[in-house]
C-alpha cells in the first residue's frame, strides 16, 4: 500500500487505518478487490440514530435485576438535590412515555456522566448506546472512487 | 431471391489485445489501435464490438462494462475530449456482464460509429475489477442488396 492509496482509505473512513487493517488490505490493492477491502473497511463502523426507548426496552436489554436498580437509582436522583437532578429528571420523564432517545447526543453525554460516577458500568452503558447503533458499511463505491483517483487512473 | 437486404462484414481489428486491469468505477484505453470507418471499415457506417473479459471475482449480475468511443481528428488534426464515465464523451454500447469468473464473450453492435475514434471501456459499477488481459475486437458492418 503506497502513501497515497492509504491516505485516500483514510480519508474514506475518516480516521487512520490500524495497523491490522494494513495487513488484510495490501495483499488486495493489486486486483483492486475493492469489495473485499470494503468490508476490512466497514468492519465495526456503526452510526447512531434516533431510537426512543422505554423502560420495557431497559429491562430487556439490561436484564431484570440491573435494570430495576438503574431505574431506582435515577428516580433517587431526579428527585434529589443534584446538579444531575433536572436533567434526569427530563430523562424519567421521557423514559415514563417511552420516548427517551437513546441517539441523542445529549442523551449519550448523560450516560457517560452517569458511567463515569459509577451509577452505570461500562459494559451497561454500552449496552444502552448499542440500542441506537446500526451498522454504517463502507460502500464500495466509495474505495474504488478513492483508489482511483489516488492511483492516478481515468474515472469519475 | 435478389434484391433483399443482406448484412456484410469487413475484417476484424483487434483495438486491444492485452488489455490492463480496470478497476471498479474505472476507465482505461484500448490502446493498440483506432478506428477508422474508411480506412479500417471500408466505409461501412456500423460496426460489431466483441470483448473477452475476466472478473477474479464474480461481479455483480446485469451490471455493465461501458464501451465509449473519443471520436479523433475532428476539428483538423484535434480530438475530442478523452471520455469519462460520468461524461462518455461518444457513448458507443454496454456490455452486461454474468456474476462469473470465467472469460465472458460478449459482442454489442454499434450504429453510425464516429470516422475515426480511440475507444475506452469503461468498468460501471460492476463492484469488481477486471483483470487485466481482456480483448476487444472490431467488425466493420453494413448492408447491401443480395446479388
Redesign the interface.
Known sequence: MNAAQKSALEGVVDRELTVLEVEQIDPLLP??????IADILSVGRVRTKETLIGERTLFRAMGMAQAATFLGTIRNIAAGESELAVPLSYAVKWLDADKLDVGDAQVIAQIGILTAIGVLSPAQASVIKALAETPDPVS??AV??A??VA?G???? | MSGETIVVTGTTKVLEANGGLIANNSVVQADDASYSVATDGGGYPDAEFVISATFATAPTEGTTLVLMARPLDIDGTSDAEAPELARPTRFVGIFEVNDVTSAQYIALVARDVPRKADYYLGNNATGQSVTSGWTLKVTPLSYKAAA
Open positions: 486486483d483492486r478487490m475493492d469489495t473485499q464500495v463505491s474504488s472512487d483508489l482511483n492511483e487512473r481515468m474515472s469519475l
